[in-house]
């Protein structure tokens, strides 16, 4: 998983200590399960909302690449102008993000690629990691970790995804959809033959 990545190469870089467990026992599989509730409901209902039918009308009316744009920056806006904290590095990551999701739903032909993606980065950020996010940090994580790297490589308040080691993260995610989804068609360009589609 890609925050994992990144968090790795902040460990192996010095800009994140992890010091043991966070939580413990019944406590920590409460704590678990609320997260992945927490975090479900937040993928689904962010993903539905920009890259479902949205993004369809959108691709029907202008074109894929200008709607999946469109997206990108009503994606990053919503963050943008709602957390605390938020830096232009963020927006490059909110928005690689963004367009990366929008991507896999035309390789894929499918929604649930960019859902999947988004419950588990969610997750592994603000359960497992216990990253900053907005200048808070999430209770009840499973790793006691601290931050005491440049904020290039930590992310400063805004956690892993304003790190830049995010951005290599994202091109290999963008590589790994484009190399496993190709289409075995020739393109149609049309919202109705998405998982055939090669914009």
Aim: overall charge positive; hydrophobic content about 50%; charged content about 10%.
């Amino acid at each position: 998983m890609k925050a994992g990545a990144v968090a790795v190469g902040m460990y192996l870089l010095g800009g994140m200590q992890i010091r043991g467990l966070a939580t413990a026992g019944s406590a920590l599989v409460l704590a678990a399960l609320a997260w992945l509730g927490a975090n479900v409901c937040v993928g689904l209902a962010e993903e539905f909302f920009f890259r479902s039918y949205l993004l369809q009308t959108l691709w029907k009316s202008i074109g894929f690449w200008p709607g999946a744009i469109v997206i990108a920056l009503a994606f990053t806006a919503d963050h943008y102008f709602f957390k605390t904290g938020e830096n232009i590095w963020d927006v490059i990551t909110l928005i690689s993000l963004s367009l990366m999701m929008s991507y896999s739903v035309v390789r894929t032909g499918t929604l649930w690629f960019a859902v999947g993606f988004h419950i588990a980065f969610d997750y592994m950020q603000l359960f497992v990691i216990g990253t900053p996010n907005g200048a808070q940090v999430p209770q009840g994580s499973l790793l006691a970790v601290s931050f005491n790297g440049p904020s290039w490589l930590t992310g400063g308040v805004l956690g892993t995804e304003a790190s830049f080691l995010m951005y290599p993260a994202i091109a290999l995610a963008w590589l790994y959809i484009w190399w496993r989804y190709r289409p075995h068609r020739k393109a149609s360009g049309t919202p109705g033959q998405a998982s055939v589609s090669r914009p």
